[in-house]
């Protein structure tokens, strides 16, 4: 069993990131070890117990420009577990950019805060931000990445799955979620399939990073127009709404495009009888997903929602441990 200690020594052995803006950010190593402990954490807090705490008093930012559950639930209640405290903040209170410039919020915060969890329209306010700011800055969802949530779907396939090399399937539109999923499913080592409609494939950048990354370990990405040939075989199918926040204005184009795309008992049927779905959530019912899929018994989406709280939890401690 994991201890803290032991996984802190092993992540600042590993040439940790200071920041988490991305995947890319991480290592095979730190990956790893945040993931392993993500576990221990799980079963600690499961019987009661923690592993990590705070040994002094710790606040930390946490800037929402778009709406949150799932994100906002899990940091607040990780940092009431460990012993700290998150200062939410939404646009309407400190409206990055115009109230005040984002350097100036970074250097603020840093001087009553030990961290800044932002979760922004644009990467690049995330990336002004850490230049600016003295304390680390966590990544909570920008319109390129959601690498929060990345470690706990790969958590969850974990769990579900252990750590053998699999064929995972992404069904629908290449975003933030689907950009990290790819970059960290491919880090350790599994084979990535996306399926989008033609003029939604995922950034080629991302996929050159993701790329990058399987090389460590053997990870590779393909991508297509075609959702039965991603999902054909697959240990788990992996989907998210058409629209994301902030595409709003797309949405009747974006419904007529992905009919195709949605994940059914149909599409299901071709993946591999034990298959796990899973959906970073919030989900359109009926849109992206059938009822049937996400209530059905291959759905894992309520453990990989659990999850966002032990990965996040493992992830602070591991860069703001004492
Ligand atoms: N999956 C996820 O990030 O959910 P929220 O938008 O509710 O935080
Ligand atoms: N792709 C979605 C994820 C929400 C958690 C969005 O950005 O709205």
Same mark, same amino acid.
């Given at each position: 069993?994991?201890?803290?200690?032991?996984?802190?020594?092993?992540?600042?052995?590993?040439?940790?990131?200071?920041?988490?803006?991305?995947?890319?950010?991480?290592?095979?190593?730190?990956?790893?070890?945040?993931?392993?402990?993500?576990?221990?954490?799980?079963?600690?807090?499961?019987?009661?117990?923690?592993?990590?705490?705070?040994?002094?008093?710790?606040?930390?930012?946490?800037?929402?420009?778009?709406?949150?559950?799932?994100?906002?639930?899990?940091?607040?209640?990780?940092?009431?577990?460990?012993?700290?405290?998150?200062?939410?903040?939404?646009?309407?209170?400190?409206?990055?950019?115009?109230?005040? #410039?984002?350097?100036?919020?970074?250097?603020?915060?840093?001087?009553?805060?030990?961290?800044?969890?932002?979760?922004?329209?644009?990467?690049?306010?995330?990336?002004?931000?850490?230049?600016?700011?003295?304390?680390?800055?966590?990544?909570?969802?920008?319109?390129?990445?959601?690498?929060?949530?990345?470690?706990?779907?790969?958590?969850?396939?974990?769990?579900?799955?252990?750590?053998?090399?699999?064929?995972?399937?992404?069904?629908?539109?290449?975003?933030?979620?689907?950009?990290?999923?790819?970059?960290?499913?491919?880090?350790?080592?599994?084979?990535?399939?996306?399926?989008?409609?033609?003029?939604?494939?995922?950034?080629?950048?991302?996929?050159?990073?993701?790329?990058?990354?399987?090389?460590?370990?053997?990870?590779?990405?393909?991508?297509?127009?075609?959702?039965?040939?991603?999902?054909?075989?697959?240990?788990?199918?992996?989907?998210?709404?058409?629209?994301?926040?902030?595409?709003?204005?797309?949405?009747?184009?974006?419904?007529?495009?992905?009919?195709?795309?949605?994940?059914?008992?149909?599409?299901?049927?071709?993946?591999?009888?034990?298959?796990?779905?899973?959906?970073?959530?919030? #989900?359109?019912?009926?849109?992206?997903?059938?009822?049937?899929?996400?209530?059905?018994?291959?759905?894992?989406?309520?453990?990989?929602?659990?999850?966002?709280?032990?990965?996040?939890? #493992?992830?602070?401690?591991?860069?703001?441990?004492?």
């Amino acid at each position: 069993m994991t201890t803290y200690e032991q996984a802190l020594e092993q992540w600042r052995g590993s040439n940790p990131p200071r920041h988490y803006l991305s995947i890319a950010d991480l290592n095979l190593e730190t990956a790893r070890v945040a993931l392993s402990l993500a576990h221990a954490m799980k079963r600690a807090t499961h019987s009661g117990q923690e592993l990590f705490r705070f040994a002094s008093p710790t606040a930390l930012a946490l800037i929402f420009e778009k709406p949150s559950l799932r994100t906002r639930v899990t940091l607040e209640v990780g940092l009431y577990q460990m012993g700290a405290h998150g200062v939410y903040l939404t646009q309407n209170d400190i409206q990055m950019g115009k109230r005040e #410039a984002v350097m100036d919020i970074a250097r603020n915060l840093s001087r009553w805060v030990r961290g800044v969890i932002a979760r922004v329209f644009l990467h690049s306010t995330l990336e002004e931000l850490t230049r600016f700011s003295e304390v680390p800055v966590i990544n909570a969802l920008s319109e390129r990445e959601h690498p929060c949530q990345a470690l706990a779907d790969l958590m969850t396939i974990q769990e579900r799955k252990g750590d053998a090399p699999l064929k995972l399937a992404w069904v629908g539109d290449g975003n933030n979620v689907c950009h990290s999923f790819t970059m960290l499913a491919a880090l350790l080592g599994h084979e990535v399939h996306i399926a989008t409609p033609d003029g939604y494939a995922p950034n080629a950048s991302v996929i050159e990073q993701a790329r990058q990354l399987g090389s460590q370990s053997g990870g590779q990405v393909q991508l297509t127009h075609n959702p039965r040939e991603a999902v054909a075989d697959a240990d788990a199918v992996y989907t998210d709404v058409w629209v994301s926040m902030g595409y709003e204005t797309e949405r009747e184009a974006r419904m007529r495009q992905f009919q195709a795309f949605q994940v059914n008992e149909d599409l299901l049927r071709l993946a591999k009888p034990d298959a796990i779905v899973l959906h970073c959530l919030p #989900a359109r019912r009926g849109e992206e997903i059938t009822d049937a899929v996400l209530d059905g018994a291959q759905s894992a989406v309520w453990d990989q929602a659990e999850n966002r709280l032990h990965t996040q939890k #493992a992830l602070l401690a591991l860069l703001l441990g004492d």
